[in-house]
DNA sequence: TGTCAAGTTTGTCTAGGACAAAATGAATGA
DNA sequence: TCATTCATTTTGTCCTAGACAAACTTGACA
């Protein structure tokens, strides 16, 4: 297992760690780590163990460390770090500790079954803001610590995805309202959170119609034009860069009509300090609601200003 | 429209293109195309229109062309190119037609609709081989020659994943053999190829298991490995690099243990000459039929050689 | 406690060169 | 006529070392 002397080239590495090339050369200039060794033609070459150490420093940056603080530190090092990233931990009741366990034990046929009595014992909005939510979460931190496996955290995601599904299929209502346009923009891969979104809505009596993940800022746009939505909800989770972000919902709040609305949410955005002009902000699945709501108010009264409506109401 | 003078730098055209920072300056210095605006700090502003021209030309150059062909040309030329690109488009059945009328509409739930009574006239096998594989195929011809934007495929995408998830629930058999494990390397986020391999693997009896898309190849073998998985599935599009493609598979076959049968599909695999020793190419679905047949002959004789026993077959 | 300015860290961008893998086309053999 | 092999061109990826702006940290001040 240790003499595996595989070794990736930095086209690999950069693939299988999210961390881009030029990252990856000026962390050997400047920390001397990671530190390739080079065949023939001067080309870098990765051993798995540094590349496994990447992943590790990977997960301690997007937790929020800082390179200096860990770039070229051991696996001993590394690992200890992150068994202590105490984060906000949500409390671990009952419930939830038997989901981490299916989790790990790989029972996917009884996570479903799991997820579909939770939805009819709690309902669908308790269920997503009481027990889905801390999961992630819960999810999360074990992840960090390497408690669970990526395909661990891959077979939760589809198990959940499909279950949500067929909740939301029952509920859907095609002429809902508002209309709603849910993706992801380049770069955002995950759905989860656009899919726990669309149950919450589609549960309020919107008309939901997800696009998938990675749709190009011109084809929301058109989108958003032939579907005649009145809004596009944006997730963001927290792998993506904070700069990436922001630019990103500018770009899109820019190419949308005014008459449009744009809600971002996941935790992707929670770190982003103030909302654009015409850019609302989603916290918990509760702000969901209210908006809907708000938005219901706003059309009741065409010439009352949505944001003051809402300064108003706070 | 036209005078829309955003500008984007080199990164934001690299995710909303696909093509690397890299290959965008050498095209510069080889070509002359694209050559974005420069400010202050002497980086890259590319201007709109040369995105939406990069976009035609990636579209091309997925399609088969090379980059001397097509890198420079104006917008005309480019989509008259994209026009006659006969390739190998299916007879266009009035059924397929219909499809084709409802995603170009956008009505959701009228697709839905009629997949699932599509699937419950023709049987799932016959939907998946005599419906959607030739409708793929004529929605990525339209969407070649512009037809069908990018918004309306992942319109499609999402909807017959919704419904063949359902299709699969109905079917799946936790106790099947063999047990299958699905799933795409990094680099490929195309699942609706491997969806379709599911249901028929479902279908056929085997238990499967799916890992959704872009899982690392160490993660594959731990998954492999803690599901018991007798088959490793993968699926790679045609947007995939074929040389990428060769790699992932080498490296996984090497990390998987021996007794683990890899079979790879999609339309990624078709470009591959042969296949590495240890795997199995799949075309047609009916292939993917044939190789749980086999599987199953070959464990009820344990010391037949696989390979063997195929070779005879033909 | 909150806000602002100065200082530090850090990701991304630039240049032009280099090379190996892939595609092409010509020449060969069955 | 069709498949193989070899030489040639095309093409994506990787290299070095420097630069800079945005984001973060720190410390001073109200």
Redesign the interface.
């Known amino acids: 297992m240790k003499n595996n002397n ?1 070794l990736f080239n930095i086209g ?1 590495v950069e ?2 760690t999210g961390i881009g090339k030029d990252t990856l050369r000026v962390w050997e200039r400047r920390y001397g780590f990671p530190l390739p060794v080079r065949c023939e033609g001067e080309d870098r070459l990765y051993p798995e163990n540094q590349v496994e150490q990447l992943r590790l420093i990977k997960r301690l940056l997007d937790s929020g460390m800082r390179p200096a603080r860990v770039v070229g530190l051991g696996v001993v090092e590394l690992n200890a770090l992150l068994q202590d990233a105490p984060e906000n931990e949500p409390v671990i009741s009952a419930r939830l500790q038997e989901f981490i366990r299916l989790v790990k034990t ?1 029972q ?2 009884a996570l479903r079954l799991a997820f579909n009595r939770a939805i009819f014992q709690q309902g669908l909005n308790e269920f997503l803001s009481k027990t889905i939510s801390p999961l992630n979460q819960l999810i999360g931190a074990c992840w960090l610590r390497g408690e669970i ?4 955290e ?2 939760y ?2 198990q959940l995805a ?1 279950v949500l ?2 909740a939301i ?1 029952a509920i ?1 209502d ?1 002429n809902g309202t508002p209309r709603i346009l849910l ?1 992801t923009l ?2 955002e ?1 995950h759905a989860l959170g656009l899919l726990m979104s669309k149950a919450t809505m589609s549960l309020a009596g919107a008309n939901c ?9 011109n ?2 746009v ?2 958003a034009k ?2 005649q939505s009145d809004v596009v909800t944006l997730s963001f989770s927290s792998a993506m860069p904070p700069a990436q972000v922001k ?1 990103g919902i500018a ?1 899109l709040r ?1 190419a949308l009509p005014q008459t449009v609305a744009l809600w971002v949410g996941g935790s992707g955005v929670a770190r982003q300090r103030k909302a654009d002009d015409g850019v609302q902000l989603m916290g918990p699945f509760s702000d969901l609601d209210n908006a809907i709501s708000l938005w219901r108010e706003a059309v009741s009264y065409p010439c009352v200003d949505l944001a003051a409506l809402e300064r108003c109401r706070s």
């Open positions: 595989i690999v693939r299988e790989h996917t046929v496996r990526i395909f661990e891959h077979l995601s589809e499909l599904n067929l299929a859907h095609p993706t380049p770069g891969e119609v997800m696009l998938g993940v990675q749709t190009p800022v084809e929301i058109l989108a032939a579907h630019a770009q820019y």
